[in-house]
């Protein structure tokens, strides 16, 4: 089936330590994007990728690295420096920035 | 940046009943996306509706672009409808990050 896939769906993490979120798409799609969101809020772009080996910062990048290595993949990374990063985070690909976007189905992240 | 506001934030309704959720946005665009959020957070694909009329089903979409809103209309709500709906549009209205507005609630009681 085609899709985006994020991994895991529940991910908890201890306070100082960085955990990296996955999201694979088999759709060759060019655009990857990632997203936070908050409860009762809307979305918020963390980083966006337009093409393979380039990313760019979205609105609330602090705290977080990325990298595209292959068209596939666009895995999250979420450092010790991110000071509230309890959060819902959705992946999401499209055909180029100015297309549909599909998304995953994302991943719960909890800091105990 | 350009801004999204969706109207109503909350809205309940019984089985059967029709509603019609609004999204304004504050400057010219040329694509709108219309998202169904469900009880376990992934965000289905409802409309990519940039102008005019698009309809599946129970739902239709309907984008004025000149003058900057789109609505999304549920026919004979059933409770499966319940969830958070979006739209979402282009961040400078050409080929950019999308922008989100901040959902409208809805929830269907049998």
């Known amino acids: 089936d085609g899709g985006i896939t994020q991994s895991p769906k529940y991910l908890f993490r201890k306070e100082g330590q960085n955990v990296t979120l996955s999201c694979e798409q088999n759709l060759n799609h060019d655009a990857m994007y990632w997203y936070r969101q908050d409860p009762g809020q809307g979305l918020r772009l963390i980083y966006y990728s337009q093409i393979v080996n380039d990313f760019q910062k979205g609105d609330i990048a602090e705290g977080y690295s990325v990298s595209r290595e292959k068209k596939e993949s666009f895995p999250l990374t979420v450092t010790s420096a991110q000071k509230n990063p309890t959060a819902f985070y959705l992946c999401a690909s499209g055909q180029s920035m100015n297309t549909e976007a599909f998304f995953g189905q994302g991943t719960r992240l909890t800091v105990v | 940046g350009i801004q999204v506001e969706q109207s109503p934030p909350d809205l309940i309704l019984q089985e059967g009943a029709n509603s019609t959720l609004r999204c304004n946005f504050s400057?010219?665009?040329?694509?709108l996306q219309w998202f169904h959020q469900n009880p376990w957070g992934q965000l289905i694909n409802l409309f990519y509706?940039?102008?005019g009329t698009k309809q599946n089903g129970r739902l239709s979409a309907t984008t004025v672009a000149t003058e900057r809103y789109s609505l999304l209309y549920i026919s004979s709500s059933q409770t499966t409808d319940s969830g958070v709906y979006f739209c979402?549009?282009?961040?400078?209205?050409?080929?950019?990050?999308?922008?989100f507005g901040k959902g409208t609630k809805l929830t269907v009681n049998p």
């Open positions: 509706i940039p102008s």
């Open positions: 400057d010219s665009v040329n694509n």
């Open positions: 979402a549009v282009p961040a400078q209205g050409g080929s950019e990050k999308l922008v």
